[in-house]
C-alpha cells in the first residue's frame, strides 16, 4: 500500500493535468459545437480540425500584458482569477471518477462539494469588487445574489440522492445506484425532478447562459471580468468551464450512475456521461437567451426554492415506506 | 439642467428634466453611462443612467458622436453626387436614403419617373425592408441573449438569410451595401436577366426560416419574460414624440405611409398594415415579423408585373434645371424601416444651382430615441438594453 500522502499527491496532480487538460480541448469542443449550430465551421487553422486552438488561446493570453488598473485594489485584483481556479479544481477531489480513481472518497462529499461551490461566490465578488469598475461592480453583485440564492435550490436537489442513497459520499451513491438503479430513472419521480432542479441550479451559480447575468456582455461588457486581461481573464475564463465541467461530472454521479454502465463499469462510462451532459448544457448555452436578474431570483424564490422542499419530502417518504428497499 | 424646463409630455411617464439633487439629496446614485463604447448601444451611442441599485432612476441621452455634417455636404456637392452619400447614412437600409433622397429632388425639379422605375423601386425598398428588420431581428436577440449565447445563433442565421437578400441587391446593382443605384428621374441598372427566380427562390428561404424564428422568440417563455410589458411606448407618446414606423404601430396607431401617402406604386397595390396595441418589446417584434412576411408578399406580388418601359426619364438628368430650383423647396419621405423617412431640399444652392440651398434629414431613428427618458425610469439596466435593441435605432441616420 502506498503511502497516503504521496497517493493523495499523485491523484491531486493525475487528476488537475488530467481536468485542465479536458477543459481546454472542451473549450475547443463548445466552440465547434457552436460553430456548427450557427452555421458556422468554428476554429480551422490551428491542427486538424483547429484541435490546438486552446494552446494557441493559452499562449496568446500568456503573451498579453496583464494591466492593472491604477484605481484598482492591488493585490486583491491578483488573488481573485487564482482563487476561482483552486475552488473550482479543489472540487475534483470528491469526484469519483471510477471505483478506484477518486483522490479523496470523504464520507461528507457532497457536503464538500456544495461548500466549495458556494465559496465560488467569494472570488467572484472579490474580482467584481477590486476591478474598480462599474460595470464590474453591477456584475459582481448580480453573481452574489444568483450565487447564495440558488445555492438552496442547489442543495435541496442534491439532498434527494442523498437520502434515497442514505450517505454522503459520491462513492457510496454511486454505488447504491449500481444495486438500485440509476436515480434518475428509479424511483420514479423525485430522482427526475431533483436532477431537473439540479442542472439549472448549477448553471446558475456557473453563471451560464441562461443563467449569465453576471457577466452579461451585452448590458456589462464583461461583468466581473471587464477590467482583466491576459492570464488574469484566462483563470477566471478557465474557472467557468472547470466550474461547468466538474457540475457535468457531479451530475453524472449524483443521477446517473457514475461508471456505472450497461457493461463494463468503469472510467469510460463516468467520461462518457460528463460529456454527454458537457454537451447538453452547451447546447442549452448556444439556443436560449438569457434572464434577467429579477425574474432570475422569482425563479429561485417562488417556484424552485418551495418545489425543492416537497422534494425533499417526497423523497423522504419513499425511503420511509419502502424501506430504502425498491 | 434647467430646472425650470418641464416635460412636454403629460403625466404617466417618467420626468425626463428630473433634479438629482432634490429626488436623492444623499446623492447615493450611480451614475452609469452606458456607452458611447458598449456592446449593445447599436453605434455610437451614450446612456447616462442614474441607478439606484439596478433600478434606472434617469435617463439622460447624448447623440452626436457620429456626426459627420451630411447636412452640410449636402450643400457642396451637387444633386447626382447625393445618392452615393446618403447610402451611409441609414447604413442598414441604404436603399430608402436614396429613394427618400431622389424622390426629393424629382419633386423639386418636377421630374416624373417612368412606370419601370417606380415599380422597380417598391420592389427593391420591400426587399430592403425584410433585409433590415432581419438584421434588426438579429441584433435584438444579441441584446437579449448576449454574443456569447443563444443570441448569437439566431444573429447569425439572421445574416445568413439577409445575405440571400444582398446577392440579389449585388447582382441588379453590383454593390451589396452602398448601392447607388437610384438616379434622379429613374434607376440606374434595370434587372438582370435571371433574376426573378432568384427573388422568388430566395424569398421562399426567408418565408420558411421565418416560421422557425417566430418559434425560437415567441415559443421562448424567456424571451417573453424579458420582453412583454417592457419599455411601453403608448401611442400618446410617440404621437406627441414624432415616433414613427413600427414602433408608432405597435402602439397601435394604423398608420403606414405606403398606404396613407402612397409614393412609388404603391397606391396600385393593396398594402396591409401590421399593427399591435400593447407598446411594448414583444409589440415591436410582432409587428416587425408581420411586415416582412407582409413584404415578402408585396415583392411576389409586384415582381410579375414589372412594366416594360423605359428605367430612366427621356434624358439623363445631368446638370438639375438650375433657374427652376433655385425657388422651388420640396419635401419627400419614404416609409423607411424604422419610420418616416423624409428629405426637405431648397433649391438652387452652390454650383449655379445644381446643389441644394439647404437640405434638412428627418432620420425615423432620432425620434425614436427620444421616447428613452420618459421610458426607462423604473426599469432596470437590462431592460434598457432591451428596449433600446427594440427601438432599432441607426446611429449613422440619428446623427448624421
Not at chain 1, 199 to 215: G, H, K, Q, V
Amino acid at each position: 500500500m502506498m503511502n497516503p500522502w504521496l497517493r493523495a499527491l499523485v491523484y491531486a496532480l493525475l487528476i488537475c493535468t488530467v481536468i485542465l487538460t479536458l477543459t481546454a480541448w472542451s473549450i475547443w469542443f463548445e466552440r465547434k459545437f457552436a460553430g456548427r449550430m450557427q452555421s458556422r465551421l468554428g476554429p480551422t487553422f490551428y491542427g486538424p480540425a483547429g484541435l490546438a486552438q486552446p494552446i494557441m488561446d493559452a499562449l496568446k493570453l500568456l503573451q498579453k500584458e496583464w494591466l492593472i488598473p491604477e484605481t484598482a485594489d492591488r493585490w486583491l485584483f491578483i488573488l481573485a482569477p487564482p482563487l476561482t481556479v483552486i475552488l473550482a479544481l479543489g472540487s475534483a477531489a470528491v469526484i469519483p471518477f471510477s471505483a478506484t480513481v477518486v483522490a479523496a472518497d470523504l464520507d461528507i462529499g457532497v457536503l464538500y462539494l456544495l461548500a466549495l461551490g458556494s465559496l465560488m461566490v467569494i472570488p467572484v465578488w472579490v474580482a467584481g469588487w477590486s476591478s474598480n469598475n462599474k460595470y464590474a461592480m453591477l456584475g459582481a453583485m448580480r453573481a452574489v445574489a444568483q450565487g447564495v440564492s440558488y445555492e438552496i435550490p442547489l442543495v435541496l436537489a442534491s439532498l434527494v440522492p442523498v437520502i434515497l442513497a442514505g450517505s454522503m459520499s459520491l462513492s457510496d451513491i454511486v454505488r447504491y445506484q449500481m444495486e438500485h438503479g440509476w436515480f434518475v430513472a428509479w424511483p420514479p419521480g423525485p430522482g427526475l425532478i431533483a436532477f431537473l432542479f439540479f442542472l439549472p441550479a448549477s448553471l446558475a451559480e456557473a453563471n451560464r447562459i441562461p443563467f449569465d447575468i453576471p457577466e452579461a456582455e451585452s448590458e456589462l461588457i464583461a461583468g466581473v471580468t471587464t477590467e482583466y486581461t491576459g492570464m488574469g481573464f484566462g483563470f477566471l475564463y478557465l474557472a467557468e468551464y472547470l466550474h461547468t465541467l466538474i457540475v457535468s461530472a457531479v451530475a453524472s454521479a449524483l443521477f446517473f450512475g457514475g461508471w456505472d454502465g450497461p457493461f463494463r463499469p468503469g472510467l469510460h462510462w463516468m467520461v462518457l456521461k460528463t460529456l454527454l451532459l458537457f454537451a447538453g448544457i452547451f447546447w442549452v448555452r448556444w439556443s436560449l437567451v438569457r434572464f434577467r436578474s429579477d425574474q432570475l431570483m422569482k425563479l429561485c424564490w417562488r417556484y424552485m426554492v418551495p418545489a425543492g422542499l416537497v422534494l425533499v419530502m417526497s423523497a423522504g417518504l419513499w425511503v420511509f415506506f419502502r424501506g430504502g428497499q425498491p | 439642467m434647467a430646472m425650470t424646463q418641464t416635460s412636454p409630455v403629460t403625466a404617466g411617464w417618467a420626468d425626463p428634466y428630473l433634479d438629482i439633487e432634490a429626488y436623492d439629496p444623499e446623492a447615493d446614485l450611480m451614475v452609469l453611462n452606458l456607452g458611447p463604447q458598449h456592446p449593445s448601444t447599436h453605434g455610437v451611442f451614450r446612456l447616462k443612467l442614474y441607478l439606484d441599485g439596478e433600478i434606472i432612476v434617469k435617463v439622460v441621452p447624448f447623440a452626436g458622436y457620429l456626426h459627420r455634417g451630411v447636412e452640410k455636404l449636402c450643400e457642396k456637392l451637387t444633386m447626382v453626387q447625393l445618392p452615393p452619400i446618403f447610402d451611409k447614412n441609414d447604413y442598414v437600409s441604404p436603399m430608402m436614403n436614396e429613394q427618400s433622397l431622389v424622390m426629393s429632388f424629382e419633386a423639386l425639379l418636377g421630374i416624373e419617373v417612368p412606370r419601370r422605375a417606380r415599380y422597380l423601386r417598391t420592389i427593391l425598398a420591400e426587399l430592403q425592408r425584410i433585409a433590415s428588420h432581419l438584421l434588426w431581428l438579429g441584433a435584438f436577440a444579441m441584446d437579449l441573449g448576449g454574443a456569447l449565447g443563444g443570441g448569437s445563433t439566431l444573429f447569425l442565421y439572421c445574416f445568413r438569410e439577409r445575405e440571400l437578400i444582398l446577392d440579389l441587391f449585388e447582382e441588379l446593382t453590383g454593390g451589396r451595401f452602398h448601392y447607388n443605384t437610384h438616379l434622379i428621374g429613374g434607376n440606374r441598372h434595370d434587372v438582370p436577366v435571371g433574376w426573378d427566380p432568384k427573388v422568388y427562390a430566395a424569398l421562399d428561404v426567408i418565408e420558411a426560416r421565418l416560421v422557425e424564428y417566430e418559434d425560437f422568440l415567441t415559443r421562448n417563455q424567456i424571451y417573453i419574460d424579458r420582453t412583454r410589458g417592457v419599455g411601453v411606448v403608448d401611442a400618446e407618446l410617440a404621437m406627441n414624440l414624432g415616433i414613427t414606423g413600427p414602433v408608432l404601430r405597435a402602439a397601435g396607431v394604423d398608420h403606414d405611409l405606403r398606404r396613407d401617402a402612397p409614393y412609388h406604386c404603391y397606391d396600385e397595390i393593396d398594402v396591409r398594415v401590421v399593427t399591435a396595441t400593447a407598446g411594448d418589446c414583444e409589440a415591436r417584434g410582432t409587428v416587425r415579423l408581420g411586415e416582412m412576411r407582409e413584404s415578402i408578399r408585396l415583392v411576389r406580388e409586384l415582381l410579375p408585373g414589372l412594366p416594360t418601359g423605359p428605367l430612366g426619364a427621356r434624358k439623363p438628368i445631368k446638370t438639375p434645371l438650375a433657374e427652376k430650383a433655385s425657388k422651388g423647396h420640396a419635401y419627400a419621405c419614404v416609409e423607411s424601416p424604422r419610420g418616416e423617412l423624409g428629405v426637405y431640399t431648397i433649391g438652387g444652392g452652390d454650383n449655379k444651382g445644381a446643389s441644394p440651398y439647404r437640405l434638412k434629414i428627418r432620420s425615423p431613428s432620432l425620434h425614436v430615441l427620444s421616447c428613452l427618458p420618459y421610458v426607462l425610469p423604473g426599469q432596470s439596466v437590462s431592460d434598457a438594453v432591451a428596449v433600446l435593441g427594440s427601438l432599432d435605432p441607426i446611429m449613422g441616420e440619428v446623427d448624421r
